[in-house]
């Protein structure tokens, strides 16, 4: 038998990114880190309105920058204490 000579076809179909992460809440805000597919998604809502996303490249440095721009939002800077700190001080829960 003859070995078959055509090329394999190639099947383009869309990666699948199980969502996965973290999120609280604080002062009216919701709070949420989420995987990303280079990093991680930090994102701020009030009321169901997004306020804020960034992209961090750890799971720590997007918490701390969801609760810095809450930090601000809610207290304008006036806040005592470290975002990195608050981050830390918060109970984020898990979710997929």
């Known amino acids: 038998m003859a070995p078959c000579m055509q090329t394999a076809g190639v099947i383009h179909r ?3 990114l199980i969502r996965s992460g973290y999120r609280t809440a604080w002062c ?3 709070l949420s880190v989420e995987t990303a597919a280079e990093g991680w998604t930090a994102l701020v809502h009030q009321h169901g309105r997004a ?3 960034a992209r961090r490249s ?3 440095a997007a918490k701390t920058a969801a609760v810095e721009f809450a930090l601000f939002r809610v207290a304008g800077g006036t ?3 470290s975002p990195e700190r608050v981050a830390g001080q918060l109970r984020w829960s898990e979710y997929w």
């Open 28 to 30: 009216d805000l919701l």
């Open 79 to 81: 806040w005592q204490e």
């Open 51 to 53: 306020l804020y996303t």
């Open 58 to 60: 750890s799971l720590s």
């Open 14 to 16: 869309p990666l699948i």
